[in-house]
């Protein structure tokens, strides 16, 4: 295992004991090469965040509490033109048991230049608190960003976070807060995620989320309805592991069948770690695709389904 330094200003007491359990040969989810890349781009990550934030100033709201735990923390970035315009937020991965929401905060940087506010959300890991508990406190994010910006809310996120955001995305919103509005998450761009946790039972990382097969179940995107009517994008690197498409695929298909507006999306050349890099950048493809979501969650983004031949940066 490797010990991961946290973010400048960010407390010992919230900093992952570990980013990666040893990878097994075998194992579909963590690829050997997932540690060694994760090495190279994290201080990069931080260093542009770090930047971001610096760049923004007080169009900034940082560690903003959404609840009472310590990292139930957002930062809100808003555009020059204010808050009238759409909503998103995104959702970091680490396997539901590592990184930080610090280290992401460049995700915004695209969708903000084209006056989308964007929230960066943290979370409470794996496994000091169970994934169902995970997943309520991210729905109570959602639930805080919507009353404060009364705008819906378009969830984005990557790998652990790309899950995340498929669970947000299905939610039955009148359930779990009858206040909001039942298509309150109307869209969701979900980049390298699990969208089946079965196979996470016999694998090493499930010594900390703590799964059965119930569970497992229950907390699985492909197990559970989509909205219908409503949008997604679902994104993979065309260098990923062969798993990481499977999952894509049969999510893509999943959405298909429940009436989702769905564009299945490969981005050519590009690793787990890679994909997302481009949310940084505001002439991106997948940027563009974010936009248009989160601006009009009832027009179909399936223009946004390149061939994988074709550049999608």
């Not at 139930?72 to 315009?85: E, I, S, Y």
């Not at 230049?113 to 964007?118: E, L």
């Not at 010594?207 to 409503?230: F, I, K, N, T, Y």
Request: aromatic letters at 8%; glycine letters at 8%; charged letters at 20%.
């Amino acid at each position: 295992m490797r010990t991961e330094t946290a973010p400048p200003g960010v407390p010992r007491t919230l900093r992952p004991r570990c980013t990666f359990v040893t990878p097994d040969p075998a194992d579909d989810f963590v690829h050997p090469d997932f540690a060694r890349e994760h090495v190279n781009v994290l201080p990069g990550w931080k260093r542009d965040a770090l930047a971001f934030r610096t760049s923004v100033g007080t169009r900034a709201e940082i560690d903003v509490a959404y609840g009472p735990r310590q990292r139930q923390r957002l930062d809100l970035f808003v555009p020059a033109r204010g808050t009238d315009g759409p909503v998103a937020m995104f959702i970091h991965g680490g396997y539901w048991q590592s990184m930080h929401r610090l280290s992401f905060s460049h995700m915004a940087r695209g969708p903000l230049a084209h006056g989308v506010t964007v929230a960066v959300v943290g979370y409470t890991l794996c496994p000091e608190v169970s994934l169902d508990a995970l997943l309520t406190e991210l729905r109570d994010a959602v639930a805080w960003l919507s009353r404060r910006t009364h705008r819906p809310v378009t969830v984005y996120g990557h790998s652990a976070g790309g899950h995340l955001a498929a669970c947000l995305f299905a939610t039955d919103w009148r359930a779990v807060h009858p206040d909001l509005a039942p298509d309150v998450v109307p869209a969701a761009l979900c980049v390298s995620g699990i969208y089946s946790l079965d196979g996470l039972l016999r694998t090493p990382l499930n010594q900390r989320l703590g799964l059965d097969q119930d569970s497992a179940r229950r907390l699985s995107p492909l197990s559970v309805s989509a909205p219908a009517g409503s949008s997604a994008s679902v994104w993979v690197g065309e260098r990923e592991p062969p798993e990481f498409h499977r999952q894509a695929d049969a999510y893509a298909t999943h959405l298909a069948s429940h009436g989702v507006r769905t564009a299945r999306v490969t981005a050519p050349g590009d690793t787990h770690f890679s994909v997302i890099a481009p949310l940084a950048e505001p002439g991106s493809v997948i940027t563009q695709a974010l936009v248009a979501l989160a601006r009009a969650p009832d027009e179909s983004p399936m223009r946004l389904a390149f061939p994988s031949s074709q550049s999608l940066r």
